[in-house]
């Protein structure tokens, strides 16, 4: 609910179990009063607390109101040089040169349903569910408008952000920076979490107290990154997961991010989110606007399992696009791990022949199938079959793998050429790096501009052809190194600013035509594994490869941290062959089932050389998977331990939304004689049903909530149980 006092410019916002207010001065500087636990009818503005603070200078035109500075004042969207020294949102470069930007509220407007934004990933939905509302702020020397939208999701607790800049005057003006959100807290004693890591080892959690300063986390590398994830929480030093107040804050975006919390002075904090500054620039003409990506807000006043939960939801029924929203996805086999490049046609359809019988559903061919792709060293770009290795084309391919019972899925990497491919021989000025430079590679690879139509539009036909010549159900979208040399052939000197975000807005571009063209074709986004797995790609691709790291062990560390804010139906995970590839650690099929499958599960496996018992294995793993597909899809997520510290096991559960199934899983360390007995303490459940296990005992919901649940001892390094519980 939005609630608008156009007399006191009192603007509240109340979701189920949460309040955010803000109050526009009468200086007309727009404050924030309070972001937290829902609180009804109250001014929350007594909260801003006034006094003359040393070097905190004042506006103009307070005059000797020495006690009014904008450096102490928690501002909704902060300005930039004009007397706030912290974090500034915005800054505006006009032709004289000034970088200032001072914001003065002008009105508001309240809107049905969610507000959209053109070229832009964001939540949906109609006025049943979604409300709008618009704040206006404008810098009238520089004749910029700033629109602030939030839309309201009641029921998930969702506040979303954007914001549109338009320049009003008569000048050009460069865009220097244009922040999504700003939060101030009044406090200072607050965690800053973020979920960081690298190739292979995605999304750790790590957990700081802010400190007097900043922390940040960004990315300056053209995707969001397996580095830092444009996900934060700040939270009370005590939060855990099921106590304890904490924000959540997203950004749904693909590209170069940052993520900063700033300790104050006065001990409050500021978190800003956005679009990173660095490389940034972009040239307003007179009448023209720039739209920042959206971000997303979860308070939880109870810890982390909320905050989580209401993030899924989130997702899942407002950022997630049909027809994938509600489909159940196939269980795939995928033959990267089990060939890499080294494959032909009968090889391919003999290792799907090795997958009937088992319930999966689909085949992929990963990498190696097109150009002069024999290595990763040459090839990307030439998107035409590798006659040699498949002869006839996916005309002859695809129809004898549908005819062992299988869908067919293909891998792609749109965004890259090899230096060994006619397309580069044909256009090498289509890739990005700086004049008189020698080019960066990564995997042996240059990066397309895609921030140019006449790119995009030769990648999105090579893309139709493929896909007009056989049925094809399914994309892997990859894209395997980071950018670098971002200079752009196409864009004036003085446009080079704006080519990291163009890149990303022509990568978005593309995927949604095809999503126009294809509505049914899937999309599994990839970079890498987890290298770009954020909010804006799984607009366009609902899930996503967690990580080329499919060590069962390390998955659950990896998975973990992805939990904290993307849903189950949206990370990639598969069974994989042991030793590991990354690993080299040996797991039981059993186990590797287990923590594949809060996700899209599948298998990247020849599953050819398995033994008649592994097989029986494969065959139950995907009935069971198939079975409680609903459970564990859409059921909520809990994670009952943190496998950073807790090497005994890592365990969680998947509750389904009317609290009537639950499904536990646990997966052991390396294990030590004399095992102590395990209780699994369980979350969400109702405390007075009876659940019955799948052994038949019944606990009810208090004993499993507050007791615990007993765990069976398992000898033996890395085993794992799942245990099924239904209500009577
Ligand atoms: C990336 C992906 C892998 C695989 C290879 C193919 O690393 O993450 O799953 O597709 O590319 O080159």
Redesign the pocket.
């Known amino acids: 609910m939005i609630a608008c006092d156009a007399q006191t410019n009192l603007f509240t916002i109340s979701t189920r179990r949460t309040t955010y207010q803000m109050k526009a001065d009468r200086h007309r500087v727009l404050l924030h009063t309070y972001y937290g636990p829902r609180v009804d009818g109250a001014d929350l503005s007594y909260l801003i607390r006034y006094a003359d603070r040393g070097f905190s200078p004042n506006p103009n035109e307070v005059g000797d109101e020495r006690d009014y500075s904008l450096d102490t004042l928690p501002q909704e969207y902060s300005t930039c040089g004009v007397g706030d020294f912290r974090l500034p949102c915005v800054e505006f470069e006009p032709p004289d040169g000034s970088r200032l930007a001072d914001l003065r509220y002008t009105g508001y407007e309240r809107r049905p349903g969610k507000y959209a934004l053109p070229g832009l990933p964001a939540f949906f939905g109609g006025a049943e569910e979604w409300e709008t509302l618009v704040i206006f702020l404008e810098d009238a020397a520089a004749g910029m408008l700033v629109e602030l939208y939030y839309g309201v999701q009641e029921d998930c607790d969702l506040i979303t952000r954007a914001v549109r800049v338009v320049n009003r005057g008569r000048e050009t003006v460069r865009l220097r920076r244009c922040a999504s959100l700003c939060l101030d807290f009044q406090r200072g004693d607050l965690d800053f979490i973020t979920f960081d890591g690298c190739h292979v080892m995605e999304r750790c959690l790590n957990r700081t107290p802010l400190r007097p300063g900043i922390q940040s986390v960004e990315s300056v590398r053209g995707t969001s990154s397996h580095h830092h994830n444009p996900f934060v929480i700040l939270c009370e030093p005590e939060a855990g997961e099921e106590w304890g107040l904490c924000y959540g804050a997203m950004l749904v975006y693909s590209g170069n991010f940052q993520a900063a919390a700033e300790r104050t002075q006065l001990e409050n904090n500021r978190l800003l989110l956005g679009i990173n500054p660095y490389h940034f620039c972009w040239t307003l003409e007179p009448g023209e606007s720039f739209t920042a990506p959206e971000a997303a807000l979860i308070c939880s006043p109870d810890g982390f399992a909320r905050m989580s939960c209401q993030f899924h939801r989130a997702l899942r029924r407002h950022l997630i696009r049909d027809p994938y929203q509600g489909e159940r996805r196939p269980v795939l086999i995928n033959n990267?791990e089990a060939t890499e490049f080294d494959f032909d046609a009968e090889k391919l359809v003999d290792i799907a022949r090795g997958a009937t019988g088992l319930g999966i559903e689909m085949f992929v061919m990963?990498?190696g199938w097109f150009g002069a792709r024999d290595t990763?060293r040459s090839g990307l770009g030439d998107w035409s079959v590798n006659q040699k290795k498949l002869p006839g084309g996916l005309e002859a391919l695809v129809p004898r793998i549908q005819a062992l019972g299988l869908q067919f899925g293909l891998?792609v990497e749109p965004e890259m050429v090899s230096e060994r491919s006619q397309l580069y021989q044909d256009h090498p000025d289509w890739t990005l790096g700086a004049p008189h430079r020698p080019q960066t590679r990564g995997r042996s690879q240059l990066v397309l501009d895609f921030s140019r139509p006449e790119v995009r539009a030769h990648i999105y036909q090579a893309l139709r052809r493929i896909l007009d010549s056989a049925d094809i159900a399914y994309l892997?979208w990859?894209m395997?190194r980071s950018l670098s040399d971002v200079w752009s052939a196409a864009a004036p000197a003085g446009r080079q600013g704006e080519i990291f975000h163009r890149y990303v807005l022509g990568v978005y571009e593309v995927l949604d035509r095809l999503r126009q063209d294809y509505p049914r074709l899937l999309i599994e986004g990839?970079s890498?594994?987890g290298g770009r797995f954020d909010a804006g790609m799984l607009y366009y691709t609902p899930q996503i490869?967690c990580s080329?790291n499919t060590d069962a062990v390390d998955r659950l560390r990896i998975q973990y941290g992805t939990s904290f804010c993307y849903p189950v139906s949206t990370v990639g995970a598969h069974v994989s062959a042991v030793p590991n590839a990354q690993t080299g650690r040996t797991t039981d099929m059993a186990t590797r089932g287990v923590a594949a499958m809060p996700g899209t599960f599948g298998y990247e496996m020849d599953l050819r050389w398995c033994t008649p018992e592994e097989r029986e294995t494969i065959r139950r793993q995907v009935a069971f998977f198939k079975e409680h597909y609903a459970l564990i899809q859409t059921g909520d997520y809990y994670r009952l331990s943190d496998p950073f510290r807790n090497g005994t096991y890592t365990a969680w559960a998947h509750v389904s939304q009317d609290r009537r199934e639950v499904l536990v899983c646990l997966v052991t360390g390396s294990t030590h004689a004399a095992q102590p007995f395990q209780t699994l303490r369980l979350r969400g459940l109702e405390g007075s049903a009876r659940y019955r296990a799948d052994s038949g005992q019944i606990f009810t919901g208090d004993a499993l909530m507050h007791a615990g649940c007993p765990i069976p001892l398992l000898p033996g390094d890395y085993q794992a149980v799942q245990i099924y519980f239904r209500a009577e």
């Open positions: 990267w990963d990498d990763d891998w892997k990859d395997n990839c890498g594994g490869w080329d």
